[in-house]
């Protein structure tokens, strides 16, 4: 029977972005369906005492997310994982993220990404709207609230299970894609299972 996965990202994160493209690889190798729906770092961290530059970070977060959020719901969630990539590979392939020396730069990022897959720019008019917000926190609720709110993107939904990660860098491929799953998998599933961490030693790799 195929497994139905959802996969929750913020389009700013690069963790999230790696692990995509490790989900896209599983449902190569392995009976997984997968659809792609948004959770938000900013609305995650509305509220809490951050650093000076994680708040800024936070305050550039919200157009990108708002934007993919108004694409859904415009245009159907089909256009997400189109989106999504196209996304990826501006802002993380491209290095064309965040940045606070540059404001601007993530917006140009996320225009290119619309034009890339053929949705009309005027979406851009949801970056500093409230518009769809409620609808992006129904998404964001809907994706953290089974795994708690003090971990952050990506989580994963699938056979009544959900989990954040896994955290990895680069993306296995192919059968090493399977195999994370598979294992992935088997511990998120165990009934009082919380926690498999260690320090990293690597920073994204996207390759």
């Given amino acids: 029977m195929k497994q139905q996965a959802t996969f929750y990202f913020d389009p700013v994160c690069p963790w999230a972005w790696i692990s995509s493209r490790w ?12 659809k792609f729906r948004v959770m938000s770092l900013a609305v995650l961290n509305e509220g809490r005492d951050l650093p000076a530059n994680y708040v800024n970070m936070m305050a550039q977060a919200w157009g990108p997310v708002r934007v993919v959020t108004a694409a859904a719901q415009l245009h159907g ?11 990826g590979a501006e802002i993380h392939l491209g290095g064309r993220g965040i940045d606070a020396d540059n404001p601007d730069q993530i917006k140009e990022s996320v225009r290119a990404a619309l034009t890339t897959v053929g949705l ?5 008019e949801a970056w500093d709207s409230t518009e769809f917000d409620e609808a992006l926190k129904n998404s964001h609720s809907e994706g953290m609230n089974p795994v708690g709110m003090d971990v952050g993107t990506p989580v994963i939904h699938v056979n009544g299970t959900a989990f954040f990660g896994p955290v990895i860098s680069p993306a296995p491929k192919g059968e090493a894609a399977g195999v994370l799953w598979d294992g992935v998998l088997a511990v998120a599933s165990t009934p009082g299972f ?14």
Avoid: Q, W
């Fill in 77 to 87: 969630e089909h256009v997400i994982e189109g989106l999504y990539t196209a996304l």
């Fill in 120 to 124: 009309p720019e005027s979406l851009l």
């Fill in 23 to 34: 989900m896209l690889e599983v449902v190569r190798v392995r009976d997984v369906e997968v």
């Fill in 194 to 207: 919380f926690e498999i961490k260690r320090s990293r030693t690597v920073g994204p790799i996207f390759d």
